[in-house]
Structures are given as C-alpha cells and as structure tokens.
C-alpha cells in the first residue's frame, strides 16, 4: 500500500486535489471544431464530385453553421485563456510541436475560407436581392469572383478539414501526463466523430429526401467506425501500462461508466445507428431525431473526455 | 553545463523551510508554492516506511511543457533550465495539462508559472534560496556535467531515483535514497 499526501500544505487553484483546469469552454470548442470540419470536408467533397444540385443542403445550408461554429469555438478558447490580452501570440510563431499552434493556425486557414464559402451562395440565399443598388455593387465582382473559385475553395477545404478534425483529438492525445488521453487512437476517433457530426448537420439542414438519405448511410458507416476506435481504444489501454489500465477504468467501472455509456455509446451512437437502419429499410423515423442524437454524443463525448483525462496521471 | 538537484531523502525532515523560502525569494502569491513537500508512506502497519520529499518542477531534458506551448513562451534557457517567459504566455494550460508533476499553477496575474531554479540567483553564483536555507543541507544543486561538482559526487556514491522516469520526460531532480 501507498499513500501520498502534501506535508506543505499545498492546494493551488484547478491542480489540487487532481487538474481541473480544462472546462467547457475546451470541450465545446473540440466539438466545434469537429463539427465545423465535418460540415465543411462533406461540401468540399460534394462540390469536387459535382453533385451540388443533388445534395443543396450540404453545399449550401449547413455551411453557414461553419464559420459561426468556428467563431463560437474560438471565443471559447479564447474565454479559456487566462493571459488573454497577450493571445495575439499564438499567432506569430508557428511551433510545429505543438498541437495547440499548429491547430489554431489550421483555424485560421479554415475559417475565412469557410466564410468565402458561404459568400459564393449569398445571392442564392436572397435572390430577391438588388444587386445592382450603391455600394452593394462593389461586392458583386468578390461574389462572381468565389463562385467562379469555389473549386480552388473545396480543394484547400479537403485537407485542411481533415487536419482540423484530427487535430480536436490530437490536441488531447499529445500530452503524455494525461494517459486517458495519451493514445493515437484519440485523433482518427475525434475526427471520425467529428465527421459524424457534419453528416448529422447537414441531415438537419437538408430538405431533399434523397440528400437525407444519402448522409444517413455515410453516418451509419461513420457510426461504424467510431465504434470499432472506441472498442479499439478501450482495448488497447486496457493491455496498456498500469496508468492507462487505470485510466481505461474511468469508463469501465469509474466515475465517468455512466454518463460515458448512457450518453455516448447508447444515445449518442448506438440508438441513432439503429433508427437510421429502421430508416432506411423503409420505416418511417424522423430524420431529425437520429442527428440530434449524434451531436448530443458527440458533444457529450468531448465533455467527458476533457474532463475524465484530467483525473488520470502518473503515480510516484 | 547541466544544471540539476539531488535531494537526500533520508536526510529531509519535512520541515517545509525550502517552500517558504521559495515564496519569499520569488514573491509566490499567497495560496501558491512552486516547490513542496510530499510524505509517501509505504507498506502496511508495522511495517511501514516514509519517504519525504521536496518537490518542485523537475527541470526536465525532454520537457513536455516546452513542446507544447505554442507561443515559446515555455522555453529551456543555458543550463537547462526551464522557464515561463510571462510576456510571451498566453494562458492556455497546455503546459500544465502536459506536466506529468503538476509542477506549475496559473499565476493571479494569468500567466503560468514554476521554479525557475532562482536563475536570477543562479546567474550570480549563489545558490536556489530552497537549497540554501534547508536546515538539514540535504540539498545539493550545481553543474552535473562537471564531474568534480559536489552534486556530481552525491550522485556517484548514492543510490537515486527520479519521479516517473517512465513519463519520458528525463527529469533532472534526483532523489537520493
Ligand atoms: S517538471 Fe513539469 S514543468 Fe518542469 S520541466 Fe518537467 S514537464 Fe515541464
Ligand atoms: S500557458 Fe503559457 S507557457 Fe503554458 S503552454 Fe500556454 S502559452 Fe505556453
């Protein structure tokens, strides 16, 4: 038996008795930043296959939720950040290093050309519109000017979403203290959910039947695979060193066994995998119903992850 | 040059001096400490053993909370020592999330910050004021790349230990045992 106590009296904010300095602001911006990446990585993809008249809703509708999740998800970071009047830092060096640089600067690239995304649909958006009134003619060249680009956009989109989406696991998986955390599972599982979480947006925004349809059975597959990363993740701490095992029990047995399978596994991932099945067998299921559960898991699974992985550490 | 600590745990009593000293040297606000003293105790009643130690940041060759800062502002200077450049912190926690010691805090004032070794005493040949107050002098700092240092010597004859050396991060506090 071993106990370990301070003698000194310490007890510093957020570090004593275990971290907890990475709150909600952290998760939410991890989530929507997967979510933004999703979103995005689908509309590039449905532009470079030529298929926008197909799928309106992923090319037009749920790319506005982009640039606004990424602008939610960056005042959260920025929310977090303790010295913020000096944040203008993180954005003169680039350290490669480090996921939290090279991921905000990921968000600084993804971000504008989400914005001029959903620039080259704004006179679809109000085709009542004059164009041709004051000032509002200087815009229409940088408008003709997108539309006419909006492939260059998509090929940018492509891997710069994908980077994103694995770097919202990354971000977590890097740091070595935390062995909850400490897995390359976690980046390709982030993104993966991340991914999910895009196709279930657009299912919302979505009006055509066919779209629905088609996302459903991407994020079938996607349910699929976060499932076989989670199974895998879970497996591999297990027959990992004695922190990770210990860590794994969080969600085996610990504190988090709950909210971790009620939430994520069963409502978040399961439950909508089935009823997109029902679904596209030909029972009638609200498409809305499945989506809302994808993103209640995916954000929940940001929450418990952030928070589970403070509680894990190396014991000496 | 090589800076590093060996702490003779069996010579600690556990008195807390150095964390005092820690706070006045460096003006810690109050409710902070960047270094402190854990008691370990093993084995079941009778047979039971304590081992006292002083801890603070570890100095580490691999520092994980350099590698992740993004701004630099976590950075080894000569000697390898590691330091917080305050201005340059933003405070976003990714060094405290990386530390396997939970050997720094967020200051008052927002930036992170940790035992810096008292580089600024360091640079002027004294001693870290913990290693110079301790009143069982088990405390040995200086230059573990010069083989006659009396650091050196400690670490030659007596049998040590680092904490969590299977973190990877290759600390630099030895703990003689
Ligand atoms: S002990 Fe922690 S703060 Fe100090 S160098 Fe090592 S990782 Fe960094
Ligand atoms: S809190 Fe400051 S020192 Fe720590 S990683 Fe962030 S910027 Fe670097």
């Known amino acids: 038996m071993k106990e370990e106590i301070f003698i000194s009296g310490r007890n510093l904010p957020h570090i004593d008795p275990h971290l907890e300095l990475w709150h909600w602001p952290i998760s939410l911006y991890l989530f929507l930043g997967g979510l933004a990446a999703g979103i995005l990585f689908f509309a590039a993809l449905v532009v470079l296959f030529r298929k926008e008249d197909k799928y309106i809703g992923a090319v037009k509708y749920a790319t506005i939720i982009a640039p606004i999740a990424i602008g939610v998800g960056l005042l959260a970071l920025l929310y977090d950040l303790s010295h913020v009047w000096y944040a203008w830092r993180l954005y003169v060096t680039i350290r490669l290093e480090s996921p939290m640089s090279w991921g905000a600067w990921t968000l600084m690239l993804v971000m504008p050309v989400s914005m001029l995304w959903t620039l080259s649909y704004f006179k679809e958006y109000f085709p009542k519109w004059n164009w041709d009134f004051g000032f509002l003619s200087y815009f229409d060249w940088i408008i003709d000017f997108v539309i006419y680009h909006r492939r260059v956009l998509a090929w940018i989109l492509v891997p710069s979403t994908i980077l994103l989406g694995i770097y919202t696991g990354i971000l977590l998986s890097a740091f070595n203290a935390r062995p909850l955390w400490n897995n390359s599972i976690l980046g390709p599982l982030f993104l993966t959910s991340g991914l999910s979480t895009g196709a279930a947006t657009i299912i919302l925004m979505s009006k055509s039947h066919a779209e629905r349809r088609m996302f459903s059975m991407i994020d079938l597959v996607l349910i699929g695979i976060e499932l076989f990363l989670i199974i895998h993740m879970l497996m591999g701490m297990l027959a990992g060193s004695q922190v990770q095992h210990e860590a794994s029990l969080l969600l085996l047995g610990g504190e988090f066994t709950v909210s971790f399978w009620v939430f994520v596994i069963i409502l978040g991932l399961a439950f909508p995998a089935i009823l997109e099945i029902f679904e596209l067998v030909g029972f009638k299921v609200p498409a809305i119903i499945p989506a809302l559960l994808v993103l209640l898991g995916g954000i929940m699974f940001r929450f418990i992850m952030v928070e589970a992985g403070q509680l894990t550490r190396y014991l000496y | ?177």
Request: charged share 25%; with cysteine.
């Open chain 2, 1 to 177: 040059m090589r800076y590093a600590m060996a702490i003779d745990t069996k010579k600690c009593v556990g008195c807390s001096d150095c964390v005092v000293a820690c706070q006045t040297e460096n003006n810690v606000p109050e409710g902070f400490c960047r270094d402190w003293v854990t008691e370990s105790v093993s084995g079941t009643y009778p047979q039971v053993e304590i081992e006292l130690r002083s801890e603070r940041c570890n100095h580490c060759e691999d520092a994980p909370c350099v590698r992740c800062c993004p701004t630099g502002a976590s950075q080894i200077v000569d000697g390898g020592i590691v330091i917080v450049e305050h201005d340059e912190c933003i405070g976003c926690g990714a060094c405290i999330e990386s530390c396997p010691y939970d050997a720094r805090y967020v200051h008052p004032e927002g930036y992170v910050d940790k035992c810096t070794f008292c580089l600024h005493r360091v640079t002027e040949g004294l001693q870290p004021a913990c290693v110079s107050v301790c009143p069982t002098k088990c405390m040995y700092f200086g230059d573990i790349d010069d083989p006659n240092s009396e650091i050196s010597n400690m670490l030659k004859t007596r049998k040590q230990k680092t904490l969590a050396p299977e973190a990877g991060t290759n600390p630099h506090i030895f703990y003689l045992i």
